[in-house]
């Protein structure tokens, strides 16, 4: 399969902590994107990562990329309980492929 | 910028049926992608759209088809409903999004149940 695999499948933290979730792929991408879902809802873009960069930051959002290994994370620094949703990487390649998602629980 | 809207929110529709589902994109955009969302599946890309021809196409049977006319927006048709078409069916735009390159906008999606 071509699809993404993400890891965790399920991440439960205490608000204040970082949630740390990976992305792997097997096929070459032009990019690789991030995204939160709320509730079954849309998708919102997070952050957008090229093949040719290593790191991105983006508020409490940072995104490594290590094209070699065909993986990515994305840490959110000192979480929310705001920030419980599912997460999903996108990747950029001739045919949009999802990742499987990380459904992630922040405890207040 | 008004960003992607589709319609309608929510269809309930029964088995045998045809379907289709709008979606508007980002004013200026001419990229457009149909995705299917279900538990069991995850998201799968069913097929983009670029100045009104489709440029590429995910595995999905010929009962899902799409078009998208002159101002970018877009539909797709489900025909013959089946009881496994039930999902969440989102929409996205983007400026170009050739070979991936754009960052997509999602819409909220069209809640479709087949009965």
């Known amino acids: 399969s071509q699809q993404g695999e993400e890891d965790p499948q399920a991440l439960s933290i205490q608000e204040g902590e970082n949630a740390t979730m990976n992305c792997s792929y097997k096929?070459?991408?032009?990019?690789l994107q991030w995204y939160r879902q709320n509730s079954g809802r849309g998708l919102v873009h997070l952050i957008l990562i090229r093949s040719n960069e290593r790191e991105k930051h983006s508020g409490r959002l940072r995104v490594t990329l290590d094209t070699s290994k065909k993986s990515s994370s994305l840490l959110i620094t000192a979480s929310r309980a705001a920030d419980t949703a599912s997460y999903f990487c996108l990747l950029g390649t001739y045919k949009y492929i999802f990742g499987t998602g990380t459904r992630l629980k922040v405890l207040a | 910028k008004a960003g992607v809207t589709q319609t309608p929110r929510y269809l309930i529709k029964t088995r045998g049926q045809q379907v289709t589902l709008s979606c508007s994109p980002i004013?200026?955009?001419?990229?457009v992608s149909w995705y299917q969302q279900t538990p069991g599946q995850g998201l799968q890309f069913l097929f983009e759209?670029?100045?009104?021809?489709?440029?590429n196409k995910g595995n999905f049977p010929g009962r899902f088809s799409g078009r998208q006319f002159s101002n970018s927006r877009s539909e797709m048709n489900v025909s013959t409903l089946e009881l496994g078409d039930s999902a969440l069916y989102l929409c996205?735009?983007?400026?170009?999004?050739?070979?991936?390159?754009?960052?997509?906008?999602f819409g909220p999606g069209t809640r479709l149940t087949v009965l």
């Open positions: 004013s200026g955009h001419r990229s």
């Open positions: 996205a735009s983007s400026l170009d999004g050739l070979h991936g390159t754009d960052t997509q906008y």
């Open positions: 759209y670029f100045s009104e021809t489709q440029r």
């Open positions: 096929t070459s991408i032009n990019n």
